[in-house]
């Protein structure tokens, strides 16, 4: 009953809001936190780590606290599915109090949107007032998501690193390229497995196997077509085919993410895993998932990167308070806490160097935890495939792979 | 003042009650049927929204092409019909061999605690089990195995589904075995059994002759009903089944949730085809039906009497036996898990207990556990209403229940879940009505009201109507027979179909996920989001409220009428 009463009272808001103006000006600042000010943000992201739930849940009691923003975390296992369902009100003709206020989104997802006009149309992330501490010259990734211009139609929020974790106690020298991967999946067969496609952190095990394989890279920063794929990924399939008989279960199961796979690390099923974010081991070491013999390793020839952001969909029914979270989500006190593994432990997006010095402070107290590698030992950061290859690989892999029989 | 002594003469219910049986047809057929064409015309290619607005079979041969879709039907048709099987003789021939014992007692006591445990939670309690690395292994590692990791074997996600199979079984066995122990006095079957076995039959040899064709019939729906459960599960399909590929539904609700729209067309005919291998499976358990019914026939005049049954007894009491100690195992395991701190393979218990796993796990639990409630507690409040009108109204009418009402009853039992409740997510957002609770609670009500109506049906026909003539008598109305003297009588039975319902609604997975947009998120949609990856300690969390939710309203509602009457000795549960 309460929530029927709040419901038309934020619909009320919201038309209140439709009357004055088009969408909210994030760079008159007092305006915009008025006009926040209890709205209800349902923000759709990724619910698959409770690590990363109770980060965003404590993200929300403190915009209420301050701005009297509701924040609601709808977890989805999917974000395709977020587009999906914006798609689906754009199509119905549902142009206003769309169901979805802000995202968690990057790479395909966001080309997507950005291709469809389903984004707020305005470059609304750039004026917001954290934004001024961005590392857009140290993190590249930041103003180009997988090849295609961010246009400030998203706001960054943390940085992706593939990183590989092993137990010392058990595998004191892990290979450090697909290559040597493969050979020390062949003489230690079931030990090894990646999520299954398309869960993001399995289609990025794909991407880092194709950059490393495929004859020429550049064909990758270019959209993709039938030729230019069969080209490409020719390697890839053919190391995937050998690769397969050699994974944990003979590749006739696969952990469903990367949390799954970490929870084979833990049970000793598997001896190498990987995950998204680096400091992953370390956060998972605090909370007594994993020993703390793990440790954390990337490949001599580096590996893939990103970032990820969050967006507001055109049709968002709270702009405004969308927009005061993206800006907390974005602030040096916020960002700090997540990149605490005993937290979350992903990578910020600010340049620390150039913040104030109690905000710098509050970074460098971070213990990064035993199993998290500095950032200077990260190696490379292999950049992302311009977005269109995604989709292909998923179909390819689910042709050749997703099928036992 | 002639009537006074005369029983109440047929006569029609008030027009203000026939609302209340209408209401709840209109409840059980208008969302399955508005949710199966909601799937049937875009599996056509007609959804205006996506631009589809003329007719093809485009989706259909687009739906062939995806990879291992044959495996998918495969998958959902066996494990619903070896599930149904295996489920459907172990509570038969647990029936025929134990009834009137006291282990048969036993297992009566239990069936209601092991039916109100959520599908999800015994499934996770299952895989926590039986998985290489899992608690059993973990028992006899290493000294038995001399394993110090755990085998490369696959056992939970195995490509045939028995995991799946096993983890579908133990809870069916609890449901089966619930409306066959209220159908047992409608077949007479002690007296029945009593007169084989006077003419020398063994207990099983019996039953099947003299007891099942009576007790087949009364509990032939439920049967159906487990049969289409079992065709078109996903929740447990996501814990236990295979995934390349998966059954059918779980690859239904993937497509449904592709970013290419187009694939929604793909979507709806999946849920078209699932509705078609439902149908077939069912199909496939009638032809069983009458083929069993015509050996039977043929058997029974042979004189044969089948006096040594030992085996047959024991194998159905080791079946059920292992199937409840299954579902406690798994649950002490995820308690345990739930209170770990690190536990590593081949340790048989954690290196240390804490607290923090609930700590860190409940400040998120809160809001599901709060929509949870609410929503069960809507449900099953509105289904317990609609019930005692509909029976109210059955009682005044001196109607009773045909066979065409019963298959009504059990409709939303019998269509695949994924099938009507794809399509109704259509309808639903078309009236702008997905994502509300009043559009959640409509939905569970779909699902809650059978049982509540087949739990509260039996007591209160079988309440003794002279009470009502002798209010009468007294010069008293219809309505305070039923306020004054019926329902407080049938207090008991009234909150445990209140209870039945919450516990069916504690556990509905796809309906909330689907018509809640996952706005309303509940500890089971949570529980089966965590599924996928999270942290055992935190799935066993999570698992294990979920497991106990439904226990805390069956206490309430034996606690409430014990509170109430406490000085009513009469009133008072006998025995």
Same mark, same amino acid.
């Given at each position: 009953?309460?929530?029927?009463?709040?419901?038309?009272?934020?619909?009320?808001?919201?038309?209140?809001?439709?009357?004055?103006?088009?969408?909210?000006?994030?760079?008159?600042?007092?305006?915009?936190?008025?006009?926040?000010?209890?709205?209800?943000?349902?923000?759709?992201?990724?619910?698959?780590?409770?690590?990363?739930?109770?980060?965003?849940?404590?993200?929300?009691?403190?915009?209420?606290?301050?701005?009297?923003?509701?924040?609601?975390?709808?977890?989805?296992?999917?974000?395709?599915?977020?587009?999906?369902?914006?798609?689906?009100?754009?199509?119905?003709?549902?142009?206003?109090?769309?169901?979805?206020?802000?995202?968690?989104?990057?790479?395909?997802?966001?080309?997507?949107?950005? +291709?469809?006009?389903?984004?707020?149309?305005?470059?609304?992330?750039?004026?917001?007032?954290?934004?001024?501490?961005?590392?857009?010259?140290?993190?590249?990734? /930041?103003?180009?998501?997988?090849?295609? !211009?961010?246009?400030?139609?998203?706001?960054?929020?943390?940085?992706?690193?593939?990183?590989?974790?092993?137990?010392?106690?058990?595998?004191?020298?892990?290979?450090?390229?697909?290559?040597?991967?493969?050979?020390?999946?062949?003489?230690?067969?079931?030990?090894?497995?990646?999520?299954?496609?398309?869960?993001?952190?399995?289609?990025?095990?794909?991407?880092?196997?194709?950059?490393?394989?495929?004859?020429?890279?550049?064909?990758?920063?270019?959209?993709?077509?039938?030729?230019?794929?069969?080209?490409?990924?020719?390697?890839?399939?053919?190391?995937?085919?050998?690769?397969?008989?050699?994974?944990?279960?003979?590749?006739?199961?696969?952990?469903?993410?990367?949390?799954?796979?970490?929870?084979?690390?833990?049970?000793?099923? /598997?001896?190498?895993?990987?995950?998204?974010?680096?400091?992953?081991?370390?956060?998972?070491?605090?909370?007594?998932?994993?020993?703390?013999?793990?440790?954390?390793?990337?490949?001599?020839?580096?590996?893939?990167? +990103?970032?990820?952001?969050?967006?507001?969909?055109?049709?968002?029914?709270?702009?405004?308070?969308?927009?005061?979270?993206?800006?907390?989500?974005?602030? !040096?006190?916020?960002?700090?806490?997540?990149?605490?593994? +005993?937290?979350?432990?992903?990578?910020?997006?600010?340049?620390?160097?150039?913040?104030?010095?109690?905000?710098?402070?509050?970074?460098?107290?971070?213990?990064?935890?035993?199993?998290?590698?500095?950032?200077?030992?990260?190696?490379?950061?292999?950049?992302?495939?311009?977005?269109?290859?995604?989709?292909?690989?998923?179909?390819?892999?689910?042709?050749?792979?997703? /099928?036992?029989? | 003042?002639?009537?006074?002594?005369?029983?109440?003469?047929?006569?029609?219910?008030?027009?203000?009650?026939?609302?209340?049986?209408?209401?709840?047809?209109?409840?059980?057929?208008?969302?399955?049927?508005?949710?199966?064409?909601?799937?049937?015309?875009?599996?056509?290619?007609?959804?205006?929204?996506?631009?589809?607005?003329?007719?093809?079979?485009?989706?259909?041969?687009?739906?062939?092409?995806?990879?291992?879709?044959?495996?998918?039907?495969?998958?959902?048709?066996?494990?619903?019909?070896?599930?149904?099987?295996?489920?459907?003789?172990?509570?038969?021939?647990?029936?025929?061999?134990?009834?009137?014992?006291? &282990?048969?007692?036993?297992?009566?006591?239990?069936?209601?605690?092991?039916?109100?445990?959520?599908?999800?939670?015994?499934?996770?309690?299952?895989?926590?089990?039986?998985?290489?690395?899992?608690?059993?292994?973990?028992?006899?590692?290493?000294?038995?195995?001399?394993?110090?990791?755990?085998?490369?074997?696959?056992?939970?996600?195995?490509?045939?589904?028995?995991?799946?199979?096993?983890?579908?079984?133990?809870?069916?066995?609890?449901?089966?075995?619930?409306?066959?122990?209220?159908?047992?006095?409608?077949?007479?079957?002690?007296?029945?059994?009593?007169?084989? &076995?006077?003419?020398?039959?063994?207990?099983?040899?019996?039953?099947?002759?003299?007891?099942?064709?009576?007790?087949?019939?009364?509990?032939?729906?439920?049967?159906?009903?487990?049969?289409?459960?079992?065709?078109?599960?996903?929740?447990?399909?996501?814990?236990? %089944?295979?995934?390349?590929?998966?059954?059918?539904?779980?690859?239904?609700?993937?497509?449904?949730?592709?970013?290419?729209?187009?694939?929604?067309?793909?979507?709806? &005919?999946?849920?078209?085809?699932?509705?078609?291998?439902?149908?077939?499976?069912? =199909?496939?358990?009638?032809?069983?039906?009458?083929?069993?019914?015509?050996?039977?026939?043929?058997?029974?005049?042979?004189?044969?009497?089948?006096?040594?049954?030992?085996?047959?007894?024991?194998?159905?009491? %080791?079946?059920? @036996?292992?199937?409840?100690?299954?579902?406690?195992?798994?649950?002490?395991?995820?308690?345990?898990?739930?209170?770990?701190?690190?536990?590593?393979?081949?340790?048989?218990?954690?290196?240390?207990?804490?607290? #923090?796993?609930?700590?860190?796990?409940?400040?998120?639990?809160?809001?599901?556990? @709060?929509?949870?409630?609410?929503? #069960?507690? #809507?449900?099953?409040?509105?289904?317990?209403?609609?019930?005692?009108?509909?029976?109210?109204?059955?009682?005044?009418?001196?109607?009773?229940?045909? @066979?065409?009402?019963?298959?009504?009853?059990?409709?939303?039992?019998?269509?695949?879940?994924?099938?009507?409740?794809?399509?109704?997510?259509?309808?639903?957002?078309?009236?702008?009505?997905?994502?509300?609770?009043?559009?959640?609670?409509?939905?569970?009500?779909?699902?809650?009201?059978?049982?509540?109506?087949?739990? =509260?049906?039996?007591?209160?026909?079988?309440?003794?109507?002279?009470? %009502?003539?002798?209010?009468?008598?007294?010069?008293?109305?219809?309505?305070?027979?039923?306020?004054?003297?019926?329902?407080?009588? =049938?207090?008991?039975?009234?909150?445990?179909?209140?209870?039945?319902?919450?516990?069916?609604?504690?556990?509905?997975?796809?309906?909330?996920?689907?018509?809640?947009?996952?706005?309303?998120?509940? @500890?089971?949609?949570?529980?089966? #989001?965590?599924?996928?990856?999270?942290?055992?300690?935190?799935?066993?969390?999570?698992?294990?409220?979920?497991?106990?939710?439904?226990?805390?309203?069956?206490?309430?509602?034996?606690?409430?009428?014990?509170?109430?009457?406490?000085?009513?000795?009469?009133?008072?549960?006998? %025995?």
């Amino acid at each position: 009953m309460r929530r029927t009463i709040f419901a038309a009272f934020s619909a009320l808001i919201g038309f209140a809001g439709l009357a004055q103006a088009g969408s909210p000006d994030p760079s008159n600042w007092q305006a915009l936190t008025a006009e926040a000010k209890g709205q209800k943000v349902y923000f759709h992201a990724w619910g698959g780590e409770p690590r990363i739930n109770d980060y965003i849940a404590w993200a929300g009691r403190t915009v209420k606290e301050r701005y009297g923003v509701d924040l609601v975390h709808v977890k989805v296992t999917d974000t395709a599915g977020v587009v999906s369902k914006i798609l689906a009100e754009k199509a119905a003709g549902r142009d206003d109090g769309g169901s979805v206020d802000l995202v968690w989104i990057n790479g395909e997802n966001f080309v997507s949107l950005k +291709n469809a006009g389903m984004l707020l149309e305005r470059p609304w992330a750039i004026k917001l007032p954290s934004y001024a501490y961005v590392d857009v010259a140290g993190k590249p990734t /930041v103003l180009t998501d997988f090849t295609v !211009p961010v246009d400030g139609l998203e706001a960054p929020w943390g940085m992706a690193k593939l990183v590989f974790f092993h137990d010392m106690a058990v595998l004191a020298d892990p290979p450090k390229s697909m290559a040597a991967l493969l050979k020390w999946a062949r003489a230690n067969p079931g030990r090894f497995t990646y999520p299954q496609p398309p869960d993001f952190v399995g289609s990025t095990f794909l991407k880092q196997v194709l950059f490393e394989l495929t004859p020429d890279n550049a064909l990758l920063g270019k959209p993709v077509d039938d030729a230019t794929f069969a080209a490409a990924t020719t390697p890839l399939f053919a190391y995937l085919d050998e690769l397969r008989p050699l994974l944990w279960r003979k590749g006739r199961a696969y952990p469903q993410n990367y949390g799954a796979m970490r929870q084979l690390l833990a049970d000793s099923e /598997v001896d190498i895993t990987f995950a998204f974010n680096p400091s992953d081991a370390s956060s998972a070491i605090a909370s007594n998932e994993l020993p703390d013999t793990v440790r954390s390793f990337v490949f001599d020839g580096g590996t893939i990167g +990103n970032s990820h952001f969050v967006a507001i969909p055109f049709n968002a029914n709270a702009k405004a308070g969308a927009m005061v979270v993206a800006d907390f989500l974005m602030s !040096p006190e916020a960002q700090a806490r997540k990149q605490d593994p +005993n937290v979350w432990g992903d990578p910020t997006v600010l340049d620390v160097a150039g913040l104030p010095a109690a905000e710098r402070a509050v970074f460098d107290r971070l213990e990064l935890g035993i199993a998290t590698l500095p950032p200077e030992k990260l190696g490379r950061t292999l950049l992302e495939p311009h977005a269109t290859w995604l989709a292909r690989l998923e179909v390819e892999w689910a042709r050749r792979y997703g /099928v036992n029989q | 003042m002639a009537r006074v002594l005369a029983p109440v003469p047929n006569r029609p219910g008030s027009p203000l009650l026939i609302l209340l049986p209408v209401l709840a047809f209109a409840l059980l057929i208008g969302p399955v049927v508005a949710g199966l064409l909601g799937a049937v015309l875009p599996a056509l290619g007609f959804l205006p929204t996506l631009g589809g607005t003329s007719l093809s079979l485009a989706a259909f041969e687009e739906l062939s092409t995806e990879p291992g879709l044959w495996w998918s039907c495969w998958l959902s048709l066996s494990i619903g019909l070896v599930t149904t099987m295996i489920s459907f003789l172990i509570v038969m021939v647990f029936v025929a061999g134990w009834q009137g014992t006291r &282990a048969f007692g036993f297992v009566e006591r239990l069936v209601s605690p092991m039916l109100s445990v959520p599908h999800a939670a015994a499934a996770f309690g299952l895989a926590f089990l039986i998985a290489p690395s899992g608690a059993l292994m973990r028992l006899v590692s290493p000294h038995l195995t001399g394993l110090t990791r755990p085998p490369d074997l696959l056992i939970v996600n195995d490509l045939w589904g028995v995991s799946m199979m096993a983890g579908l079984v133990i809870k069916e066995i609890p449901f089966l075995m619930l409306v066959t122990l209220a159908a047992l006095p409608q077949a007479r079957s002690r007296e029945l059994s009593r007169v084989t &076995a006077g003419l020398g039959y063994g207990r099983l040899a019996g039953f099947t002759h003299a007891v099942m064709p009576l007790l087949y019939r009364q509990i032939r729906l439920p049967v159906l009903a487990v049969l289409a459960y079992a065709t078109s599960v996903v929740d447990v399909a996501m814990i236990l %089944g295979p995934t390349t590929p998966a059954p059918l539904a779980v690859r239904v609700l993937q497509w449904q949730s592709d970013p290419d729209l187009h694939r929604r067309f793909v979507a709806a &005919a999946g849920a078209v085809l699932q509705l078609g291998v439902t149908a077939f499976a069912l =199909l496939i358990w009638l032809t069983g039906e009458r083929v069993m019914a015509r050996l039977c026939r043929i058997a029974a005049p042979s004189g044969h009497r089948y006096v040594r049954d030992r085996t047959g007894r024991i194998a159905g009491a %080791g079946a059920m @036996i292992l199937s409840v100690a299954i579902i406690v195992a798994g649950l002490v395991v995820l308690a345990a898990w739930s209170a770990a701190g690190l536990w590593r393979f081949p340790d048989a218990a954690p290196l240390s207990f804490s607290l #923090a796993n609930w700590a860190r796990a409940l400040p998120s639990l809160v809001a599901p556990l @709060i929509n949870a409630l609410a929503i #069960a507690a #809507a449900a099953s409040g509105f289904a317990v209403i609609l019930a005692l009108g509909a029976l109210e109204y059955e009682a005044r009418a001196g109607k009773t229940p045909t @066979i065409r009402a019963l298959v009504v009853l059990f409709l939303p039992l019998l269509v695949p879940q994924i099938a009507f409740l794809f399509g109704l997510e259509i309808v639903f957002a078309r009236l702008a009505l997905t994502g509300t609770l009043a559009a959640i609670v409509v939905v569970h009500l779909v699902f809650v009201f059978p049982y509540v109506l087949l739990s =509260l049906g039996d007591p209160w026909r079988s309440w003794d109507r002279r009470y %009502g003539h002798v209010t009468h008598a007294l010069g008293k109305s219809d309505n305070t027979v039923f306020w004054r003297v019926r329902l407080p009588m =049938l207090t008991r039975p009234v909150l445990t179909a209140a209870a039945v319902g919450f516990a069916v609604s504690i556990g509905l997975y796809l309906p909330t996920l689907l018509v809640g947009a996952g706005r309303w998120p509940t @500890i089971t949609t949570e529980a089966v #989001a965590l599924a996928a990856g999270a942290d055992r300690r935190l799935i066993g969390v999570t698992a294990f409220i979920q497991a106990i939710l439904p226990f805390a309203g069956f206490a309430l509602a034996l606690a409430i009428p014990a509170v109430m009457f406490r000085n009513r000795a009469q009133m008072r549960p006998q %025995g």
